[in-house]
């Protein structure tokens, strides 16, 4: 079983920046690719962009490619999203997710289909 906790996020005005971090408990997810989602109110829950287990590979939805940056740490466990020059329409929940072991070291998935595990999500609010 695999336990996904984000944090880092909070209020913050247009143009600014937030680091969202996901930690990974039980088994351990150096193995999975990983990838944060994002959903607004009333609108159903996207990409972000998402990560190969090495690391090396990654992703972004057109949206924030380029103002957004996934990395990983060494050991693969925790997983961090930068989020530079936010706009009102970044509000949302943000979800860490995590696939199941086995993927190649180059793979990554922008489909939430690919991943099985979920955390619960913090809160972004930018402020126009």
């Known amino acids: 079983q695999v336990q996904l906790v984000e944090s880092g996020g909070g209020l913050v005005q247009a143009g600014g920046s937030l680091r969202l971090s996901c930690a990974a408990s039980g088994r351990t997810v150096s193995n999975y690719a990983m990838g944060w989602f994002r959903q607004a109110p009333g609108k159903e829950r996207e990409v972000v962009g998402g990560i190969s287990w090495s690391g090396r590979y990654s992703d972004y939805a057109p949206s924030v490619k380029g103002r957004f940056t996934i990395s990983r740490d060494n050991a693969g466990n925790t997983m961090y999203l930068q989020m530079n020059s936010l706009q009102p329409e970044d509000t949302a929940v943000y979800y860490c997710?995590?696939?199941?072991?086995?993927?190649?070291?180059?793979?990554?998935?922008?489909?939430?289909?690919?991943?099985?595990?979920w955390g619960r999500g913090t809160q972004v609010t930018v402020s126009s």
């Open positions: 997710a995590a696939g199941p072991p086995g993927y190649s070291s180059s793979y990554y998935s922008l489909s939430g289909r690919a991943y099985q595990y």
